[in-house]
């Protein structure tokens, strides 16, 4: 675990949001929003310990309580010890936390292959990531969810696109948006679960050079994403209390093309 303890100087009956791989990119954007807005964050984190740390003090700074719990969310057990460790956040006498009320399934891998080549272990560790893992989750989540709550899933613009160098990982978001609607119509009234799916909103690792470039290009808005269109977007699915089963696409009209 990683930083001091996370109930020194914290408000009373704070509700709780777990963020799947909030230590950077996107991730990282969504937790500190919910932050601002009085959340406890619940930390998730693999194998980027150190952007994790950097993320986790960012948080404290906001003046609200952080708790990292790294976790490999392909395995089944690791995801059902992220959850346990909520309930001891949640059971511990002295907690101050309301709840679990928020689910942020950000958590994702989009490795660069081709569907001719690729094995079915590389098939199989994107859609475990990507895709089981936020059924996983959410199961757990709705379970927890005594009060209410919302589950968001970060899909992408792939669900709906045909990008042959990356054909498990958009496989996986359009499967995602499929889960999204079984989900909310699942788990109706009591929890509520949507998606929002990014276009070109940052670069991945894994991209030829020059071709961030071109893409965006080829937005009709001309531009990638600000992160803060990003987070209005959840903050419009966490507030509106009428809206389930929805993907909101958040792309600069990328997919009318």
């Not at 930083?3 to 009373?12: F, I, K, Q, R």
């Not at 958590?107 to 893992?133: K, W, Y």
């Amino acid at each position: 675990m990683l930083g001091s303890d996370p109930m020194d100087s914290v408000p009373l009956d704070f509700p709780i949001a777990i963020v799947t791989g909030s230590a950077h990119r996107l991730g990282r954007e969504i937790a500190l929003h919910l932050a601002r807005q009085g959340y406890g964050i619940l930390l998730h984190y693999n194998l980027s310990e150190e952007k994790a740390l950097k993320t986790e003090n960012e948080i404290r700074e906001l003046g609200v309580p952080v708790f990292p719990i790294q976790a490999d969310l392909k395995d089944e057990r690791q995801i059902n010890s992220l959850f346990a460790r909520l309930d001891l956040i949640l059971h511990q006498p002295e907690s101050r936390a309301s709840g679990l009320e928020v689910l942020i399934n950000s958590a994702a891998i989009m490795p660069f292959t081709d569907a001719r080549i690729m094995s079915a272990s590389e098939f199989d560790e994107v859609i475990n990531l990507n895709l089981r893992a936020p059924f996983l989750c959410a199961q757990l989540a709705y379970q927890k969810m005594e009060q209410g709550g919302v589950i968001v899933n970060i899909s992408d613009i792939a669900a709906q696109k045909t990008w042959t160098g990356f054909p498990a990982y958009s496989l996986s978001k359009a499967g995602l948006d499929s889960l999204t609607k079984i989900l909310a119509r699942s788990f109706a009234p009591k929890v509520r679960v949507n998606a929002i799916a990014p276009g070109l909103a940052l670069e991945s690792e894994n991209m030829l050079p020059g071709e961030w470039e071109r893409l965006v290009t080829r937005v009709p808005l001309k531009r990638a994403a600000f992160m803060n269109e990003i987070s209005n977007a959840l903050e419009f699915l966490l507030k509106n209390e009428y809206i389930t089963g929805q993907t909101i696409t958040v792309d600069g009209g990328y997919s009318l093309l």
